[in-house]
């Protein structure tokens, strides 16, 4: 051991670690690691100005960006049972759920609000993936009915954005079934010649892709979001063959078709504006 190491370093650590910055005030990108100043990643819309990367966002956050002077009033959900199969693995299901709603203040992986954007009255319904992988269960199935039929009652645009893993394992079936029930809901929106407008942000997987999630009369997704029904390993498993780059990301599959456009978080709110007038005016002519 050299002076270098046994003086010098422990010197200069201790000498940085005093001058520590509070952690509140930063947020290191994941991408790039750049650190970026709290108040300068708010102003950017929560990406990050080195690399372009977005943030996942809280409900309550998407909601301010996307709402008119961001405000907007959340709608009371349906309860369902808590655990209908009495579910247990390490944790008791009953017990993942206590800590997803003391983690995140929500009472599942999605809230829905109601309010103008572009003063085009809207039902938007964001998922939360800190509320355990934003896994659809039935209560994400009943809030997705109850957006829609919100939208009916208000003759209003609906927009679902997901960031989810798939369906909740520890609902079984009953999860699953939440697949074909939210299809049927849509169907009866589009019967109203009501707009549908999914924003597939990161990631968008599972059954929430096999889904509601690709069922939008347009489809739009976030930069670099990560898109698809399996994981990429399992595919390459299954074909025995390497995947391309960028394979399930948002620039992948608007370049194949799978998805209408991608769009930054700072174009967002005008471009959906754009749609929304567009499909509400078309509507109203008929």
């Not at 190491?5 to 790039?32: E, F, G, Q």
Request: glycine share 8%.
């Amino acid at each position: 051991m050299n002076w270098l190491t046994s003086y010098v370093r422990p010197k200069m650590n201790k000498a940085i670690s005093a001058k520590d910055i509070p952690d509140h005030l930063w947020t290191t990108c994941p991408k790039c690691g750049q650190m970026i100043f709290n108040k300068s990643l708010e102003k950017s819309y929560f990406v990050c100005t080195g690399c372009n990367y977005h943030f996942r966002l809280s409900p309550q956050q998407r909601f301010s960006l996307l709402f008119d002077g961001g405000k907007y009033t959340t709608i009371h959900l349906p309860k369902v049972k808590t655990d209908p199969l009495h579910f247990t693995d390490l944790k008791k299901y009953t017990d993942r759920l206590k800590k997803a709603e003391k983690d995140t203040k929500q009472e599942d992986a999605i809230v829905v609000a109601t309010g103008l954007i572009g003063k085009y009255p809207a039902v938007v319904g964001v998922f939360n993936f800190d509320f355990m992988g934003g896994s659809m269960g039935t209560a994400v199935g009943e809030a997705i009915i109850t957006a829609v039929e919100l939208a009916i009652l208000q003759e209003a645009a609906l927009i679902l954005v997901p960031a989810s893993g798939g369906a909740r394992m520890q609902e079984g079936i009953l999860s699953l079934m939440q697949m074909p029930r939210t299809v049927l809901a849509l169907q009866k929106l589009k019967d109203k010649g009501l707009p549908y407008i999914a924003l597939l942000s990161d990631p968008t997987t599972g059954g929430v892709t096999a889904s509601f999630a690709m069922l939008g009369d347009v489809a739009l997704a976030e930069p670099g979001a990560l898109i698809g029904f399996a994981g990429a390993r399992v595919i390459e498993q299954t074909i025995h063959a390497k995947l391309p780059d960028g394979f399930q990301r948002s620039e992948y599959l608007m370049q194949h078709g799978m998805i209408d456009d991608v769009v930054e978080r700072k174009k967002l709110r005008k471009k959906l504006i754009n749609i929304i007038g567009l499909l509400l005016d078309t509507k109203k002519s008929v």
